[in-house]
């Protein structure tokens, strides 16, 4: 992306949720783009940021464990930089309805705390939020596409909605440049795998190379996924475009599947494995969204972004690196 080298080269960039899984992601891309990284986390054991996702670049980026809700910490940190990416957040669905007031603090407070700091100590800084599709609820229609009614049904996805809301408004308000990007699954090398907190494939992935049985709840829900790659370029394109100032795009996957279809794969690619039907517990299937497939025709007549890796070979890679790395994240 040579556009991308032209934005970032010699800039100062923030990553908020910079240790967590797309957070490093995007790490690794800007320091081979020449960029001078900066990675906030509050590396909260609940959450995603894992020092070891840093491997290889960690000489080449300045880390800085800090709470976003510091406002104080995070006008120092905003002060100067060029790009701020906020990846910063909690993503556990059931979570947010068990810790209704946590999911507040992170998807709410915290990025308050962050505007704030930008409106008062850089307000000329670019910024790219990272939202989701939880905000859109049970999908009305399918491919789901930006103009689609929001009505999530879980505390993430409202509270995710209102921090997506909060950064328009300082936007509009403010001036401040701002750009949403609302993801949906996104799979990769660097995310989180003992557990079901920032994706189900996750969980499914570590129990797998462990040798053991994963559970695939319902079974028939269709999804798409997008590779942590194809979701980088989308941060990258959406920060160095002024075309995406004050837009919300979806981002999505070249194809859509069965959950149980997902896991046939997944264990073939594999070459072993096996797992088990479940219904749905009551607490959880009160909050699934059913099938779910989004339209990412805007951000590709936009920025002209579209994914690029095949959902087969999206799993392949990110087998390969858990199966030499699985101790990191175990």
């Known amino acids: 992306m040579l556009e991308s080298r032209e934005a970032f080269a010699d800039r100062n960039v923030l990553i908020t949720g910079g240790l967590g899984f797309i957070g490093s992601n995007l790490a690794h891309r800007l320091v081979a783009l020449d960029s001078r990284v900066t990675l906030v986390d509050n590396l909260q054991a609940e959450f995603g940021g894992n020092r070891f996702n840093i491997a290889g670049i960690e000489d080449s980026v300045r880390v800085e464990i800090c709470d976003q809700r510091d406002e104080r910490r995070m006008r120092d940190l905003v002060h100067g930089q060029h790009f701020v990416f906020n990846l910063a957040g909690q993503t556990s669905h059931m979570d947010s309805m068990l810790d209704p007031y946590q999911d507040l603090e992170m998807n709410c407070r915290a990025q308050l705390s962050l505007l704030e700091a930008c409106r008062r100590s850089n307000p000329a800084v670019k910024l790219v939020f990272a939202s989701t599709r939880q905000i859109y609820g049970k999908p009305a229609y399918q491919p789901v596409n930006e103009k689609h009614p929001v009505h999530p049904i879980d505390v993430n996805g409202a509270n995710k909605l209102a921090g997506e809301c909060y950064h328009l408004v300082y936007e509009s308000a403010y001036g401040i440049a701002v750009s949403v990007l609302r ?13 079901a907190r920032q994706t189900f494939l996750g969980a499914w992935i570590g129990l797998l190379l462990e040798g053991k049985p994963f559970e695939v709840w319902g079974g028939e829900q269709l999804r798409d996924f997008t590779y942590v790659d194809d979701a ?33 794969l997944l264990i073939e690619l594999n070459g072993a494995g096996e797992y088990t039907l479940r219904r749905f517990p009551p607490a959880h299937e009160s909050i699934d969204i059913g099938d779910y497939r989004a339209d990412y025709r805007l951000i590709e007549s936009v920025l002209g972004w579209r994914p690029q890796l095949r959902l087969r070979d999206a799993l392949a890679e990110t087998l390969t690196f858990y199966r030499r790395h699985l101790r990191h994240y175990r």
């Open 183 to 195: 993801l949906t699954n996104t799979i990769g090398p660097r995310m989180r795998i003992r557990d």
């Open 232 to 264: 980088v370029d989308a941060f990258l394109l959406a920060g160095a475009s002024d075309a995406a100032r004050a837009r919300v795009f979806n981002l999505g996957g070249n194809e859509a599947v069965s959950l149980a279809a997902l896991a046939e």
